[in-house]
């Protein structure tokens, strides 16, 4: 498989350098390939469109989506943002959490359509490919509710977006990294007046065995007398990691008249990935198979619709998966007995609208409907099908159930004079038989000189209870609360710049969130788990942003982002009993603090990126125990460094980039016992020819 | 602390006196199981003593414990290694791996013990001298299916439980490793243990509600073990969660959780109405009985993710004390005096 996938690959390289040829004049594989370009004037006020005030939104800039094209969207928004990334290993699940909230409080948007598991609620991020996605945003706490509710940590918001252009263009890169690790990814793009293709591949394999000290182990030594000589910390191999991802995006823009667009989008994922065996584990991993499938493909239908006065988009879509977890061992001759055979599949259906509607040129009126029909079959493991059954008569342990979820948001933006804007909505949730209740938002910005804006909302939050959390067999708890509460959040945020001199945006804001019935999974003493709902969770805090450019000389530029974030997230539920010590503590698995930056120095044609992300201690115990030697998840600091080159040759832009992850070679782990690699590369070649029109 | 080399703790228990091992399970897949010690005459206690000692984890899910030839033996669930240890020092001696995923081990003798399994349909057979696996046990199960719990030996016969999605007690016959018979009892027997009369005592859980398997009240029941039958049955409510069946150290005295602590004789006709220990809102886990003067221990696991406690009770149910553990105390080892 590997050897095929490198014949690919060279065989790719050679037919896109020798096609590339003549090229459009306004691209720089045509002419000076610099990375610097010049640095634009602006202000605040330039960035208040009606529809976002006073929302606390952070957008990814390009350039971080697509500095190492093989990263996940889970890598991008550890070293982009100051939310907390949450793996599991390296190509392992990724989940992320804002504002001290878990991972579930995280909502997920595709081209509008919401992707977060209808059973877990979360995403995993490691699935969603940076080379797949052209936009990406993320709304903070109850500025989420503006897209969808649920959110109460908040939103992100994935997009891929039409290119104008006229003809085919291409984009392949290809790339070879540590541990067995061959990626692949190709985009051709086609279009004409009306009609824009695009078709975008992307393929990873790794063997993903890469090698560590494992400090949770000893080997001892004995000499021939069977007397031990001494003892060591095994280096050990990463085992069940390795990974053989396919993602294929489909996308079709079609333009009816300069009111109306379509646009249909698809995208599959098959993946077969390893799941890694934790540090602590004896058994051999050349015995087992643990292993996880996922087929997905995801579509959107779309129309937008321009009025006079008004903005109309509707959307249809479809999201399927079939997921599969095998955990299986050698009976010793070469047959595997399947132990553990897990399978859940899942269709949504869904349908949403949104009309915005401009009465005033200062007042808009918003209204969405979008509706989800999901259906959702899980089975965790077979088991005899009665206590008379015989011993080949099984019976698959699971749940089928359907649920219809509708969303309903009316709200106005209004500027109220030209330095105050004003936002009030309502959002209203139906999910099976159960309403949620009313769930109010106001926001307010308030520009305060031209590059200083003020902002602040407060809102009612609510999210339901997943498919699992109510089904699950064992487990599922059909008397579950949904979780509901109230978030305030208030901030500045400042923007300047200079043209061609130098540009500095940077945001600070207070959060306050209070979650009531928040869900937590916890073990039984009948030997599995159950979510139940912690009665209150206290999660406040800052989140801090600056981005900024500076022009050091006519070809030297240096450009950075910087986020950090102190999120307090504090249990104040009821006791479980006398001896219970969790009240007051902070929450499992959320650090108090997070920061990352990404600083580049661009020289010409070259490019060298420095990435750091940095989280605090996350505690493994509800108590907090910091005395344990066992169970504390260390803070963190990865750095990383990428080189890029640009050369234009003949029309056909080449890139090299060398990308050196983990430079200090740290020992860290981000879960409990999960090993984690040291330090590793990655090189890369981009190759963008550009055809005769 | 420092992601990195783990400290070793030089530890000197002095075995005049007994001493109780807690063996905490920790979370699954958080890989934090731990092991207590607590001094009875002192009340001291050292918590995550095989950590501090070894400069390394005990693992994933620690199931049991049991005393033999002087050592201290961990099964260590999933992390499919099991753990000899000197009990002065907390430091390992011995290791047997090459597991699916053990619960428990049973001594034949120094050179052969019986480990039972989950998702794992044999039984093997190890040499714990050699630390190797000697050979395996067939049953009529298989890897999805399979289950074997506790083992108690009478005679050459040992008698297994089968505890998760089962109903049946295994008898094997030791000198043939075979199984000779087997008995079918309520759904999901979760512990096995013997009387001072060489009666076999079961709890069945009677599985969960919404289980294919079925759900049905959960039962106490004894076994006439040379005869192989069930002579008595007394059935719990539904509702009820019974849990932890021990004995008194002399067998006289049976013991268990449901909600709160009861106590009856092995020869009672009616089980008793009333707890010796009410719960007073404690969720109990595990407990045991100290062979030396029969004072009750009972931990609780509170939330399952925090640091659990143990409480210590006198013989007649009066609160002496309580102390501190690892994350989901769910089983005890006593080692006696020297």
């Known amino acids: 498989m590997t050897r095929c996938f490198s014949i690919f690959i060279v065989t790719l390289v050679l037919s896109l350098v020798t096609t590339g040829w003549a090229a459009a004049q306004n691209d720089w594989w045509n002419g000076d390939p610099t990375f610097v370009t010049p640095i634009e004037e602006s202000a605040v006020v330039a960035e208040r469109p009606l529809s976002e005030i006073g929302q606390q939104k952070t957008e990814l800039d390009s350039t971080a989506l697509a500095l190492i094209v093989s990263q996940s969207m889970a890598d991008v928004l550890a070293y982009n943002s100051a939310i907390f990334v949450k793996q599991y290993g390296r190509g392992s699940l990724a989940t992320v959490s804002f504002r001290g909230t878990a991972a579930s409080h995280t909502q997920v948007t595709w081209n509008g359509m919401k992707i977060n598991s209808p059973m877990l609620g979360m995403t995993d991020f490691s699935m969603i490919p940076s080379y797949f996605t052209d936009r990406a945003a993320l709304l903070h706490g109850s500025s989420s509710l503006s897209v969808t509710g649920g959110g109460l940590g908040g939103a992100i918001l994935l997009e891929t977006a039409p290119e104008v252009r006229e003809g085919l263009e291409l984009n392949a890169v290809l790339g070879a990294g540590s541990f067995g690790t061959w990626d692949g990814f190709l985009k051709i793009g086609y279009g004409t007046g009306r009609w824009q293709f695009n078709t975008r591949f992307a393929a990873t394999l790794s063997r993903n065995d890469f090698t560590y000290r494992n400090y949770n182990k000893k080997v001892y030594t004995f000499d021939e007398a069977g007397l031990p000589t001494g003892k060591y910390y095994p280096i050990d191999t990463n085992r069940c990691g390795s990974i053989r991802d396919l993602h294929l995006l489909q996308e079709v823009y079609y333009k009816v008249d300069n009111n109306n667009k379509l646009n249909f989008n698809f995208w599959y994922t098959g993946s077969l990935r390893g799941v890694p065996m934790l540090s602590v584990d004896y058994r051999e991993g050349t015995s087992y198979t643990n292993q996880q499938a996922e087929n997905t493909m995801r579509s959107v239908l779309g129309w937008d619709h321009t009025g006079d006065s008004y903005i109309l988009n509707s959307k249809a879509g479809w999201l399927h998966t079939r997921q599969n977890y095998d955990f299986a061992r050698d009976k010793g001759n070469g047959t595997m007995a399947a132990m553990v055979a897990s399978r859940s599949n899942i269709n949504t259906f869904h349908a949403q609208s949104e009309l915005k509607l401009f009465l005033a040129e200062h007042l808009m009126l918003n209204a969405q409907l979008a509706a989800y029909q999901h259906f959702v079959k899980s089975t965790d493991r077979n088991a005899l099908s009665s206590a008379d059954a015989s011993p080949a008569d099984k019976i698959t342990i699971g749940y089928e159930e359907a649920r219809f979820e509708t969303s309903a948001y009316m709200g106005v933006k209004w500027n109220a004079t030209s330095r105050l804007g004003l936002a009030a909505a309502l959002r209203e949730e139906l999910y099976g038989n159960s309403l949620s209740p009313l769930i109010p938002v106001i926001n307010v910005d308030y520009l305060i000189t031209n590059k200083l804006t003020a902002k602040a909302s407060a809102s009612r939050n609510f999210r339901y209870p997943t498919l699992n959390d109510l089904y699950f067999l064992p487990g599922g708890n059909p008397d579950l609360l949904p979780e509901s509460g109230y978030s305030y959040d208030a901030g500045l945020a400042f923007a300047d710049a200079r043209a061609d001199a130098w540009s500095l945006k940077a945001s600070a804001t207070w959060f306050d969130s209070y979650i009531d019935n928040w869900i937590v999974w916890i073990p039984t003493f009948k030997g599995y788990w159950t979510p139940r709902n912690v009665r209150k969770v206290h999660a406040y805090g800052i989140e801090s942003r600056a981005e900024g450019k500076l022009r050091l000389a006519d070809d030297w530029m240096a450009e950075g982002v910087g986020s950090f974030a102190w999120t307090p997230s504090i249990n104040h539920g009821d006791p479980a009993d006398w001896a219970d010590e969790a009240i007051g503590k902070q929450i499992v698995y959320v650090p108090k603090f997070s920061g990352s930056a990404v600083a580049s120095l661009l020289y010409k044609s070259y490019k060298l990126t420095y990435k750091w992300c940095w989280y605090s201690e996350r505690y493994t115990t509800s108590d907090n125990d910091m005395a344990t030697r066992i169970g504390r998840v260390l803070p963190y600091i990865m750095n990383d460094i990428v080189l890029e080159k640009r050369f234009a040759a003949g029309g056909t832009g080449i890139t090299l980039k060398l990308a050196v992850n983990n430079i200090f070679n740290e020992e860290y782990e981000s879960v409990l016992n999960r090993p984690m690699p040291g330090r590793n590369f990655e090189l890369f070649i981009e190759i963008t020819p550009h055809f005769i029109k | ?338």
């Open chain 2, 1 to 338: 602390m420092k992601y990195g080399p783990r400290e070793e703790e030089a530890f000197s228990i002095d075995l005049s006196r007994s001493g109780l091992f807690v063996i905490n399970e920790g979370n699954y897949m958080y890989g934090n199981a731990s092991l207590s010690y607590y001094d009875p005459a002192t009340g001291a206690v050292e918590n995550e003593v095989f950590a501090r000692s070894n400069g390394f984890l005990l693992g994933d899910v620690a199931q049991s414990a049991v005393m033999y030839d002087g050592l201290l033996w961990v099964v260590v669930n999933n992390s499919g290694v099991i753990f000899a240890l000197d009990p002065a020092t907390f430091r390992e001696v011995r290791r047997i791996t090459g597991f699916t995923s053990p619960r428990y081990i049973h001594f034949l003798g120094p050179h052969k013990a019986y480990v039972t399994q989950i998702w794992d349909p044999r039984i093997y057979i190890v040499d714990p001298t050699a630390c190797t696996i000697t050979g395996y046990i067939e049953t009529d199960m298989d890897f999805e299916t399979g289950s074997t719990e506790m083992m108690v030996q009478i005679g050459k016969y040992v008698y297994i439980n089968c505890w998760s999605y089962q109903n049946r007690i295994l008898m094997i016959d030791t000198d043939t490793d075979t199984i000779t018979k087997e008995l079918v009892v309520g759904i999901q027997p979760s512990a096995l243990i013997k009387d001072c009369n060489g009666k076999l005592w079961t709890i069945t859980d009677g599985g969960y509600e919404g289980s294919p398997y079925g759900h049905e009240r959960a039962t106490l029941a004894r076994i006439d073990a040379d005869n192989f039958v069930i002579e008595k049955t007394f059935t719990f409510d539904y509702g009820d969660t019974p849990r932890a069946l021990t004995t008194s150290s002399d067998g006289r005295w049976l013991y268990w959780i449901n909600d709160g602590v009861y106590k009856m004789p092995a020869e009672a006709q009616i089980p008793p109405s009333e707890p010796i220990i009410a719960s007073g809102g404690t969720i109990y886990y595990s407990l045991t009985i100290s062979p030396e003067n029969g004072d009750i221990y009972v931990s609780d696991a509170i939330d399952y993710t925090q640091s659990g406690v143990v409480m210590r009770y006198s013989a007649s149910g009066i609160l002496l004390g309580t102390f501190n553990v690892g994350v989901n105390p769910g089983n005890f080892c006593w080692r006696a005096a020297q």
